[in-house]
């Protein structure tokens, strides 16, 4: 499997915008192909990439449940369904995991799906995960190892505590994080002197950074453009690369 960069934090936070600078930071450095992966129920990773989802694997997930076609095996299935939902683009493809709909269990899909992310991995030097602000999804659904986390936070008390719950059970679950950054994003002027003292830099295996607010990106989302495609002279471009720079092999 290639070298995975998982993004986390709570909501409204910046971290999907994030995670695509990462993936238009890395196409620049060459690294390539890239696998994006929306590991975040509320999916919204291919409108930052400027891409159209046609199916989820969540969709797969319900299908398997109500019982798929005589004659066809669940892993033969799966490994169809994983294909169709490969949305491929320049340097880089991505895959949407959606949400299951209704009650019960999704462990044998789930399984399932696990086994070909894998497999599927295995052909990208680089990952991105897209994840929602806990990380059972990433244990559930995509992988137990990643080489770096990006937990992202927004300057607020609230921000930092969701930070710290998310650095917590990393070390709850059965997960193999190498590296770990904080990067405290939408920053106006600078962090207050309390905000910093919780975030605490010795829970940060590599560093803790900050991205400056950016009026360019809410002009984007105004209009619906891609903010992975933000201009070369954006705050908060700059400072991602920057840190994008430093923490990636």
């Known amino acids: 499997m290639g070298y995975t960069i998982a993004f986390a934090g709570k909501g409204g936070t910046g971290k999907t915008t994030l995670a695509g600078l990462m993936i238009r930071y890395l196409l620049k450095a060459r690294k ?96 991105v995960i897209d994840n929602e602000a806990g990380m059972e999804h990433i244990s559930r659904l995509t992988t137990k190892e990643i080489d770096l986390l990006v937990i992202v936070s927004d300057p607020t008390r609230r921000g930092i505590q969701a930070a710290k ?32 003292d919780q975030i605490g830099e010795k829970a940060w295996t590599k560093l803790t950074a900050i991205v400056p607010k950016d009026t360019k990106i809410s002009e984007f989302d105004m209009r619906g453009e891609p903010t992975m495609y933000l201009p070369e002279d954006s705050p908060a471009l700059k400072a991602a690369f920057s840190i994008y720079e430093e923490i990636v092999p």
């Open 32 to 127: 390539k192909p890239i696998l994006a992966v929306d590991a975040d129920s509320n999916s919204n990773l291919n409108e930052v990439l400027g891409l159209e989802v046609e199916t989820t694997l969540g969709e797969a997930r319900e299908e398997m449940k109500r019982g798929i076609a005589s004659g066809m095996t669940k892993d033969i299935f799966m490994e169809m369904k994983v294909e169709e939902a490969l949305v491929e683009s320049e340097g880089f493809d991505l895959i949407v995991m959606g949400r299951p709909e209704g009650p019960g269990c999704y462990c044998a899909a789930n399984n399932l799906l696990s086994q070909y992310i894998q497999r599927l991995s295995k052909n990208y030097p680089y990952i």
């Open 165 to 196: 719950r998310i650095h917590e059970l990393t070390r709850e679950l059965t997960l193999r994080v190498d590296d770990e950054v904080l990067i405290v994003n939408q920053v106006e002027n600078s962090v207050e002197t309390s905000l910093v």
